[in-house]
């Protein structure tokens, strides 16, 4: 297992639970700082180096609209060797289960929730 503490500060590293999800993440982000894409166990790690010049509000900006445009509603993300989960937006349903008889024919718009 990979330990968190052990990597340099100046960087936020972000869990992403595909490595499509971590792919896209990283273009996105690699438009205003270094970003990369590694393989932990079972998910996707997107890093993304700070350096002085580079805004840290800005970038867990573009990193939290893109979580609420794929419909994550949540990831979790490291800095400074602490653990944080960034939140944003709502789930997506069709994003977040397979297709089955019963949510094919759901409404559009209603959740698998709300038609219980």
Do not use: K, Q
């Not at 690699?30 to 166990?41: G, K, L, Y």
């Not at 998910?43 to 805004?55: P, S, T």
């Not at 840290?56 to 990193?63: H, Q, V």
């Amino acid at each position: 297992m990979n330990d968190v503490s052990l990597l340099a500060t100046d960087a936020v590293l972000f869990e992403l639970p595909s490595p499509n999800d971590a792919d896209d993440l990283s273009r996105i982000l690699h438009e205003s700082c270094i970003a990369w894409t590694e393989r932990w166990d079972d998910v996707w790690i997107v890093g993304a180096e700070l350096r002085e010049d580079d805004d840290l509000a800005a970038l867990m900006r573009t990193a939290e609209r893109w979580v609420a445009e794929r419909g994550l509603v949540a990831i979790r993300f490291s800095l400074d060797a602490r653990a944080y989960i960034l939140r944003a937006g709502e789930i997506t349903w069709a994003a977040a289960l397979p297709p089955t008889p019963e949510t094919t024919s759901l409404p559009d718009g209603a959740s698998p929730a709300e038609a219980a």
